[in-house]
Structure formats: structure tokens, C-alpha cells
């Protein structure tokens, strides 16, 4: 049996070690960016990321789904077939990153992406649609999203754009970037 003593020592020894880890904590809490800390670890678990699905196709919820699934800290926090519940939803729960159709009922993408900005400025935004006109593109992408995909190159695209959006990159897919801007 070990000594009072010696367990008494033992316990003080973690109490400081687990006060200098908070402290430590605190520093990195207090140093980092709003952006850099959904990356940071606490007591060995990340974060998830939150991601908010506007899509007006039920079906290709599965699609979107089972992409982001190969990436276990991302969660999905919401599906919605409407662009206004999309915004109302996006200013409630705040998401990391928004994945949004453009035509949508109700609120178009694009008039939604402006919405979302304002009234969750820190959420980011992807544009996963089948419209692939530049003046689209370039009416999407000016309302400060960060990323433009075409549904057809989802599979290929979507986890790309995701991690490249997250990394603070703008993405645009690859038959688009060849895509004149008027």
C-alpha cells in the first residue's frame, strides 16, 4: 500500500499540472483567431464542424452525406428544401459552413447568401448547384461566398472545396475556372 505521504504528493503534482493546462488554455483561447479556433483540440476532442445543407432536391442530401462522411468532424446540423428557412436557420445556429443551392423556393441562393452574411457573418458559404453561367457564378461569388461547385462534380469537388473553404481558400470547380467573367 503507498504511503499517505506519497499520495498526498501525487495529487498536488497533478492539480499543478492541470492548473498550468488550463492556464495554457486560456493563452491559446485568448490568442488565437475566431477562424483558427474551430481547429483547436480541447482534452483530446476537435470541435465539429457545422454545416447547414439548403437544398431543394431531397435526393441529394444522401449524395451530400455520404461525402462529408469521409470527414468524421464534420456535422450536419440541418437539411432544408427553402431558401427563407435556410437564412432564419443559418442566423439561429450559426453554422461553420453553408452549403447552398441556388434555385431554391420561397428565397433564391444567391439572394440568400446575402442574407446569410449579414446575419451570420461568420459562417461561410458554398454554392453546390447546377447553374454554371458566369454571370451566375459571378453574382453567386459576389455576395462573399467562398466556394462554387456544380452538383455533377460534387462527388469529385465537394470534400476539396469543403477543406479548401475551411482553410480559410476560396474554391471554385474546375469547369468553372475556365469559365469567362463578363
Known amino acids: 500500500m503507498k504511503s ?8 498536488i503534482l497533478l492539480a499543478r499540472l492541470l492548473t498550468r493546462f ?3 488554455q486560456v493563452l491559446v483561447v485568448k490568442s488565437a483567431s475566431r477562424e483558427q479556433s474551430q481547429f483547436k483540440m480541447w482534452n483530446s476532442h476537435m470541435s465539429p464542424i457545422r454545416v447547414l445543407v439548403v437544398e431543394d432536391f431531397e435526393p441529394f442530401w444522401q449524395v451530400i452525406r455520404s461525402t462529408l462522411a469521409e470527414r ?6 440541418g437539411e432544408l428544401a427553402d431558401g427563407m428557412e435556410g437564412v432564419h436557420k443559418a442566423e439561429v445556429l450559426e453554422p461553420d459552413l453553408v ?17 446569410i452574411r449579414k446575419l451570420a457573418p461568420e459562417s461561410k458559404i458554398v454554392f453546390l448547384t447546377q447553374e454554371s453561367s458566369a454571370d451566375v457564378v459571378q453574382a453567386a461569388l459576389g455576395t462573399g461566398a467562398h466556394g462554387y461547385i456544380v452538383k455533377s462534380n ?3 469537388e465537394l470534400l476539396e472545396a469543403v477543406n479548401a473553404v475551411l482553410r480559410g481558400e476560396r474554391f471554385v470547380g474546375a469547369d468553372l475556372q475556365a469559365t469567362p467573367s463578363q
Do not use: K, M, W
Open 154 to 156: 460534387a462527388g469529385s
Open 22 to 24: 488550463r492556464l495554457l
Open 99 to 115: 452549403l447552398l443551392d441556388i434555385g431554391l423556393p420561397t428565397l433564391n441562393g444567391i439572394e440568400a447568401a446575402r442574407q
Open 4 to 11: 499517505p505521504v506519497y499520495i498526498n504528493c501525487a495529487r
Open 72 to 77: 468524421p468532424d464534420v456535422q450536419i446540423i
